[in-house]
């Protein structure tokens, strides 16, 4: 029987099916031609919703994919799919993408059958031959990000937040033409539906100047009442970024305050919006889960599965802009004292050979790098890194279910007749 290796391809935060651009059929094109004897299919999971709970999430990729696999096991005619399949499956993930690949590697591994052997790899349905990650943060975003998109996009934000004007109280408050009862009715719903984003964002309301020689209130002192007096100054645009950050999404911030312009109204008109995309990212906060995350993951790497992280470097581009002035070494960037700018935190341990830098010579900066590391014309590595994902999943994929592959069946000679030249 022929065997079939499945590719995967899942976007990440905001993503969509033009995330990878070409490389789903270039990378589908190179290991095709290095693995004759199966036959490579390449699958892009549709446009899903980035936000909610992210175990929701993988609960509804897990089933898209079973089912995806199972269709292919019933077209191969298997005997027993789930005891020695006919397909395998690479997990090809972007950014977030990556952490649901993890997640769904780890849910399968995880519900072992009774008599499961030791070895927790031995048994999966769908089975999951490997993860081919790139720039997911498992250990989060790198913090240069925000050091960076907040020097590069400052007038940006700054610029699309003005538009904000009809907003009564900034970000917070309700409409300047509504009465004062329905004010009061909108901001109660406004808290019910922000839950813990809100609390832990809303600045406190700023007192009222106290008339001279009045005397102060006990417990409260002079600096915590002017550090009241700053958060109430604090433009609205400058919370907002604060919202981006506790997202864990820097990107928000660099790709530019237009984007949460565009959502204004909704988050004009509440926070259920903010708050389910704030809880789909929310893992990128949590260290101990990122750190438990990728230690289960490389338990797993040396039991078999293949796993890296293919991550962006800045190059020349970014030197050059560093050059013409766009950053400075007194500012916050020049304080970070990075070695090398990435969008992905990096381990420090040995896990580090798992995490495999790609230089984008062309990108200004992390996301920028982040973005377009799927389209040559911005990232002039990408050949470079298309034959490392085709050497990686190769290296994963040639082991005894390769080899026990029926190589497809050269095409019959056609039948060009004999012909009696002399009889002519």
């Known amino acids: 029987m022929r065997k079939t290796l499945l590719l995967c391809f899942i976007h990440g935060f905001k993503g969509d099916d033009n995330t990878f651009g070409g490389f789903t ?222 997202a864990g999404a820097a990107g928000a911030v660099a790709a530019g305050g237009a984007a949460a312009y565009l959502k204004r109204e909704q988050i004009t008109d509440g926070w259920s919006w903010v708050g389910s995309h704030l809880e789909f990212v929310g893992c990128l906060m949590r260290g101990e889960e990122l750190k438990s995350r990728l230690q289960r993951i490389t338990e797993l790497e040396k039991e078999g599965l293949g796993f890296a992280d293919l991550y962006t470097v800045l190059g020349r581009g970014a030197a050059a802009s560093a050059a013409a002035g766009k950053t400075t070494g007194g500012s916050v960037v020049g304080l970070m004292g990075q070695q090398q700018r990435t969008f992905c935190n990096l381990p420090k341990s040995e896990l580090g050979r798992l995490f495999v830098p790609q230089v984008n010579d062309a990108a200004r900066d992390e996301t920028g790098a982040h973005t377009s590391m799927f389209f040559p014309r911005d990232n002039p590595g990408y050949y470079h890194m298309s034959e490392q994902g085709k050497a990686l999943i190769v290296e994963w994929v040639m082991n005894d279910w390769y080899q026990s592959s029926t190589p497809p069946s050269p095409s019959p000679a056609p039948d060009l007749g004999v012909h009696d030249w002399d009889d002519l």
């Open 25 to 246: 059929e270039h990378l589908q094109a190179l290991v095709s031609h290095a693995l004759p004897k199966i036959n490579v299919v390449s699958v892009v999971y549709p446009k899903f919703e980035t936000r909610g709970d992210l175990k929701s999430c993988v609960g509804r990729f897990r089933e898209w994919l079973q089912n995806r696999v199972i269709d292919i096991e019933v077209e191969n005619k298997t005997p027993s799919p789930s005891i020695d399949p006919s397909v395998r499956t690479i997990l090809v993930g972007h950014s977030m993408g990556g952490i649901v690949a993890a997640e769904t590697v780890l849910e399968i591994t995880s519900e072992k059958p009774l008599a499961q052997p030791a070895e927790t790899h031995t048994f999966m349905f769908p089975y999951i031959q490997g993860i081919l990650a790139f720039d997911t943060p498992y250990l989060g975003i790198s913090p240069g990000v925000v050091a960076h998109g907040a020097e590069g996009h400052l007038s940006t934000a700054s610029m699309a937040f003005t538009h904000l004007s009809g907003l009564v109280g900034g970000l917070w408050g309700g409409k300047a033409a509504q009465s004062d009862a329905e004010t009061a009715n909108e901001k109660r719903r406004n808290e019910q539906q922000a839950g813990k984003a809100q609390r832990l964002l809303t600045p406190p309301p700023a007192p009222a100047p106290a008339p001279a020689g009045t005397p102060k209130a006990s417990g409260v002192s002079a600096a915590a009442a002017a550090a009241d007096i700053d958060a109430a100054a604090t433009p609205a645009w400058q919370r907002w970024g604060k919202i981006a950050m506790f």
